[in-house]
C-alpha cells in the first residue's frame, strides 16, 4: 500500500482583482503520509484556507503538480473530486457546515451514508465528544463549541483516510479544548488517517508530528524557537 496521500510540488495559486494579480502560493511543496498528522501556521491572509480547498479540489492550483491518493490533479474530474470528498476526504470547516434542518443524530447519519456506510459509531462518537445530549437538537441551537464538535463526530462517522481541518478547536474553551484533541489524534493514529491541520493552538499544533508555516506562499519547517 501507498503510504502517500498528498504530494504537492511548486503549487501555484493567485487571485485576480480589478487591479492587479494577487499570488496567494507560491512554489508550496508538501507530503502527507497516512497515519501522520500535520499542522500549518501562518498569520490570517498567508493562504492557509486556500491550501486547504486546492487539496479538496474546491480550487485548482494555476501550476504545479499534486498528487492526491496517487491520482493527479490534472487527470480528475469534478466528479471524481467529489466521489473523494464523500468517501474518502474530510473537510472540516470552521464554521462546521451542518446541514441546518437536520438535528445533530441525523446530521451523521447523512455524512456516514454519503460515504456508502451502513454502520457508523454515531452514539460512541457523540459520548466520547461529550455531546451526548445535543443529538436530537439542531445546528442553530448548539453553541459554537457543539457545532465544532458535531461536525467532528461527522467527519469521523465517515471513516475518512484524509482530514483537513481548519481550526478544528478554534471555537473551543480551552478546557474543553484539552478535552477533545486526544480524542481526534487518537482516532487519526488508531484509524491510519492522515490530517492536515490548520491552527492558531499551539497545544494542538505541538500534538502534531510536524508543524509547517507558511509564509511567502510557500511551506517551510517550523522554527521551534520562535512564539505563535
Excluded at 203 to 227: K, Q, V
Aim: charged fraction near 25%; proline fraction near 4%; glycine fraction near 8%.
Amino acid at each position: 500500500m501507498d503510504h502517500t496521500l498528498i504530494q504537492a510540488k511548486d503549487l501555484c495559486r493567485s487571485y485576480r482583482t480589478d487591479r492587479e494579480s494577487i499570488r496567494v502560493l507560491d512554489g508550496l511543496s508538501l507530503e502527507l503520509l497516512r497515519g501522520q498528522a500535520v499542522a500549518v501556521i501562518g498569520p490570517s491572509g498567508s493562504g492557509k484556507s486556500t491550501l486547504l480547498n486546492l487539496l479538496n479540489g474546491l480550487l485548482c492550483p494555476d501550476s504545479g503538480q499534486l498528487q492526491v491518493f496517487g491520482r493527479e490533479q490534472s487527470e480528475l474530474t469534478e466528479a471524481d473530486w467529489a466521489e473523494l470528498r464523500r468517501t474518502r476526504i474530510a473537510t472540516l470547516f470552521q464554521d462546521g457546515n451542518l446541514i441546518p434542518t437536520l438535528t445533530v443524530a441525523r446530521n451523521i447519519a447523512f455524512r456516514a451514508g454519503l460515504a456508502g456506510l451502513e454502520a457508523y459509531e454515531g452514539d460512541a462518537l457523540l459520548e466520547q465528544l461529550d455531546i451526548t445530549d445535543t443529538a436530537h437538537r439542531y445546528p442553530d441551537q448548539l453553541s459554537g463549541g457543539q457545532r465544532q464538535r458535531a461536525a467532528l463526530a461527522c467527519a469521523f462517522a465517515m471513516q475518512p483516510q484524509l482530514i483537513l481541518a481548519d481550526e478544528p478547536t478554534g471555537s473551543l474553551d480551552q478546557a474543553t479544548a484539552k478535552r477533545v484533541s486526544p480524542l481526534f489524534f487518537d482516532a487519526i493514529r488508531e484509524r491510519n488517517v492522515g490530517a492536515l491541520i490548520v491552527t492558531h493552538n499551539p497545544e494542538l499544533a505541538r500534538s502534531c508530528d510536524r508543524i509547517l508555516e507558511l509564509r511567502e506562499g510557500a511551506l517551510h519547517p517550523w522554527d521551534s524557537a520562535a512564539s505563535f
